[in-house]
Structures are given as structure tokens and as C-alpha cells.
């Protein structure tokens, strides 16, 4: 597990440091004790790490989607790094080698697992959610099988953005985007971007995006959306929304992902989604919601659920490598490990306004 526990960075026999998530708010730079190297294990010198929205929220509220921090926890989960070391029985990897980061780990026992649906583990251990370590940190021991070697052609900061680019990917996959799926896209973020992409690189033949936000909505347009939609937080502007949408796909919405999870977002895609066609809930902004499930059940509307992601990192690496998607764009800032840099990147993030990705090269 992204494992913390005890040990140093041999490298100058330094002390491993990593970015601690200490309360609200607080962020502090100080020692990060490694376990030591089992035989499927490698020791990973951290290089490129992104800040999710995840992260922002677990800074500003100490818990996120039902996971409560309750103690000092390492904090960060997009990644990518460089191999130190490896374990006696890893076979597939050496030291030099550049990586990218799966940041969950399964127990393979449950059911779940067997059936390959792993990201529904009961057990599973995932980056920087607690009491899980995170990966902003000079190094990180991991399974080996969980970090995947880089294309030449790719950096390291293409590599962190695996993590996100997956969720889009794993989006697409369980909604079956393809050659003949028009994609409408609520919600403009990161997550929401990624979802684009790679919603374009199944071959949607024309994507709509929908937010509040004209600088997102015009990020979005540059990256390749087909047309914009500027909504309104207003739940009583549904109608009207829903037939700009309409007029803005030209025909049908097949699919619609609703990347930020809302009531106001959830009734959107019921509304705007065609007789028979799919809304997938990304986003997690509300536990619960007060949504218009039976007109939409009336008109076999089917209403599918993702979390996090499985077996995407090779998809992942081999659109990017291939040029099929380009993430690099998504990164607006960049800074370095330090805890004035670290304290500035969180505020970045937090504050939104032109920031998409905030990457943190270490």
C-alpha cells in the first residue's frame, strides 16, 4: 500500500520527506518513513505528482465522498517516478526505469476481485484516501505489478496524468462510447476534460459540454469539443438548458457522463439524455440527491455508476504515446516540492480560475 512505514532514501542518505496533511488547511513538509522493500515490491523516486480535486477537498475538509481523516496522512495519488530499487522477485522492472502509478491495491481474494471488478474491493488501499499514505514524497515503495514502464516518447508528467485520464477511460469503457455515441459532458474540470478525451478517442463522432464557468468552457473548446453550453446553478433553468443542449448536439444524446454530481447536474443528463439512451454519474459532489428518476425510468433512460477505474493504465499509456490524446495541455502550473511551493500549489488548486492541473515536478 502506498505503503508507509520505515526506512531512508539511500540516494545521499537523505531523509525521505513528503507533504503531510496535518488538519484543515494544513500542510506540512517533514519525514516520511518507508517499509522496507518486499520481494514483488520497487522503491519509486517520486518525480511528477498531480493535485486532484480529491486532494483540495480532503485540505479543506479533512474527509471526501465518506472518507474521514483522522490522523496525519501523506497526501497526493496521480504519479509518476523513476525505480530505485526492486524487490528479489520483481522480474519485469529495473532500477532507471520511468513509471507510472497505479495507486490502488487489492486484496485478489474477494469476489470482486476474482471477477476482475478489483476497484470494488472491500480492502482495497488507495493513495492519499484514508488511512492510506499518499505519493507526494521524495520515494514510495509499491507493488511492482502496479507500476507501469513508460513509452520513450512519454514523460513523466504524461505518466501522473494516467490516474485522471483513466477515470475517463474507464467512464467511456463501462458506457460503451464508440463510432455511433454522440457524448454530452457535464461539467468542465479535470475530470471532465479527461472524460472528453478520451470519450473522443472511442470515436465519438460529437461531444457537447455543459458548466458555469465560461474560462472552462473555453478550455474545453480548445481541446476539441464540438460546442459549449454555459448552464446556470439554477435548478429552474433545467428546460431551457436542456434545449440548448438539445440544439447544440444537432441530434440526440446517446450518452452523458455528469462529471460533477449535483442535483441540479443529475437532472440535467436525465433531461438531456435521449429515449433509451445512458447517463453515468463521475462525479461525487452530492451524497445523496433529489433527481427525476421516473420520467427518466419511463423513457428506459439507464442511469450506470463508475468508481475510480480497472485495468486501464496500458489503455491509458498507449493513447498517449500513440497521440491519440494529448494531457499535457491540462497543465496550467507547475511547482516544486518545497513547503512554500507546496503550500502556493494547494491554493492554486483551491482557488480554480484558470488552473485545470496542477503538477508538482520533484
Request: with cysteine; proline share 5%; glycine share 10%.
Amino acid at each position: 500500500m502506498g505503503k508507509g512505514g520505515m526506512s531512508r532514501v539511500e540516494a545521499g542518505n537523505e531523509e525521505n520527506m513528503a507533504a503531510w496533511l496535518l488538519g484543515i488547511n494544513t500542510l506540512k513538509i517533514q519525514p516520511f518513513k518507508l517499509p522496507s522493500l518486499g520481494p514483488y515490491d520497487v522503491r519509486v523516486s517520486m518525480k511528477a505528482v498531480g493535485i486532484c480535486g480529491s486532494d483540495v477537498h480532503y485540505l479543506k475538509h479533512m474527509s471526501c465522498a465518506g472518507f474521514v481523516v483522522k490522523e496525519p496522512m501523506v497526501i497526493g495519488h496521480e504519479c509518476a517516478g523513476i525505480i530505485d530499487e526492486v524487490g528479489s522477485e520483481v522480474k519485469n522492472l529495473v532500477p532507471g526505469d520511468r513509471v507510472a502509478l497505479e495507486p490502488q491495491i487489492t486484496c485478489w481474494q474477494c469476489d470482486r476481485c476474482k471477477e476482475g471488478r478489483y476497484n470494488l474491493c472491500p480492502d482495497v488501499k488507495f493513495f492519499a484516501t484514508p488511512p492510506v499514505h499518499g505519493s507526494l514524497a521524495n520515494q514510495v515503495v509499491h507493488p511492482a505489478n502496479l507500476c507501469f514502464k513508460l513509452p520513450d516518447n512519454m514523460t513523466l508528467e504524461e505518466g501522473a496524468l494516467c490516474e485522471p485520464l483513466s477515470v475517463g477511460v474507464y467512464a467511456c469503457r463501462k458506457a460503451n462510447v464508440g463510432l455511433d455515441t454522440n457524448v454530452l459532458i457535464v461539467g468542465a474540470g479535470p475530470i471532465g476534460l479527461v472524460t472528453m478525451l478520451a470519450a473522443r478517442a472511442f470515436g465519438a463522432p460529437r461531444i457537447v459540454m455543459v458548466d458555469v464557468d465560461d474560462y472552462r468552457l473555453s478550455v474545453a473548446k480548445g481541446l476539441g469539443a464540438d460546442d459549449v453550453v454555459k448552464a446556470s446553478t439554477n435548478m429552474q433553468d433545467i428546460p431551457e438548458e436542456v434545449e440548448k443542449i438539445t440544439k447544440a448536439m444537432g441530434a440526440g444524446v446517446d450518452v452523458t457522463f455528469d462529471c460533477a454530481g449535483f442535483n441540479k447536474t443529475m437532472s440535467t443528463a436525465l433531461g438531456a439524455t435521449r429515449t433509451g439512451g445512458k447517463v453515468c454519474l463521475v462525479g461525487m459532489g452530492h451524497n445523496e440527491m433529489s433527481i427525476p428518476l421516473t420520467p427518466a425510468a419511463a423513457r428506459e433512460v439507464d442511469v450506470i455508476g463508475i468508481f475510480r477505474y480497472q485495468n486501464t493504465w496500458p489503455l491509458c499509456l498507449e493513447l498517449i504515446s500513440s497521440g491519440r490524446i494529448d494531457v499535457k495541455r491540462l497543465i496550467t502550473h507547475r511547482f516544486g516540492f518545497s513547503q512554500k511551493e507546496v503550500e502556493e500549489a494547494f491554493e492554486t488548486s483551491a482557488r480554480g480560475g484558470t488552473a485545470i492541473k496542477v503538477m508538482f515536478n520533484l
